[in-house]
């Protein structure tokens, strides 16, 4: 009987990892919440890009600051949310246990074959109590603060609600785009929230701590 209870259960789970193969990732449906940036993903092909990988992390934002996009061109659009979607799973313990500081982030602009230097990077540190907050690798300006954090598929899928679409200077020109720069951006915050320092004995006890916590979360929840 034990032997027969193995059996279907292996069998489910081949089932299971088969159907998921055949169908892969649908990124849209984690994406319900933000109907502008998963629409605007779908319109510039990038959702099809994400469906391929094997794990990333988005970084979305909501429809008041989606309005900052408008009146840039399609290229210049899917420039900036290629920089909202991570190709490697980051929850939360990943990045406050191994990126903070001055670790680079690899984007989806980067494999696009059009970022120039580190426009295809972005940064992450912590301000005030554990607050996560990313920057463009290009300027270090950390200007874009994480709201609200998800993982509806551990190990593979991760989503960080970001304040504000990134500001990658010169990304414009990278993509030949035509349209509203980002010194034109309505509803974005150009001042950094803060300049976190690159390696300090108190934002490592403060990252130790976080990361604890966040260990002993994932145990007990």
């Known amino acids: 009987m034990g032997s027969m209870n193995s059996s279907l259960f292996l069998c489910l789970v081949l089932q299971l990892a088969f159907s998921y193969c055949i169908h892969g990732l649908d990124i849209t449906k984690y994406l319900t919440d933000y109907p502008e940036f ?3 993903l779908t319109e510039t092909k990038l959702v099809d890009k994400i469906n391929g990988l094997k794990t990333v992390t988005i970084l979305p934002f909501d429809d008041v600051a989606m309005k900052n996009l408008t009146g840039m061109s399609p290229e210049v659009v899917k420039a900036i949310l290629s920089v909202h979607v991570l190709v490697d799973f980051y929850d939360e313990q990943k990045l ?3 990126f903070q500081g001055t ?9 696009s074959g ?10 992450m540190s912590l301000v005030g109590v554990g607050t996560m907050v990313f920057a463009s ?7 874009v603060k994480v ?6 598929e551990p190990g593979s899928v991760a989503i960080h609600m970001v304040t504000q679409p990134f500001e990658v200077p ?13 010194g034109d951006m309505k509803n974005v915050d150009h001042a950094p929230i803060a300049q976190p320092p690159a390696s300090s004995s108190s934002s490592r006890v403060q990252m130790g701590l976080m990361g604890v916590a966040l260990a002993l979360a994932s145990f007990f929840f």
Do not use: C, W
Not at 103 to 111: K, P
Not at 170 to 182: K, W
């Open 38 to 40: 998963n629409k605007r």
């Open 103 to 111: 670790h680079r982030i690899e984007t989806l602009f980067q494999s």
């Open 147 to 152: 709201k609200s954090s998800v993982t509806p």
């Open 170 to 182: 010169g990304i414009e020109a990278s993509v030949g785009g035509a349209g509203l720069a980002f």
């Open 137 to 143: 690798a290009v300027d270090g300006k950390y200007n």
């Open 114 to 123: 059009l970022a120039k230097g580190n426009q295809g990077y972005i940064y």
């Open 96 to 98: 406050v246990m191994d």
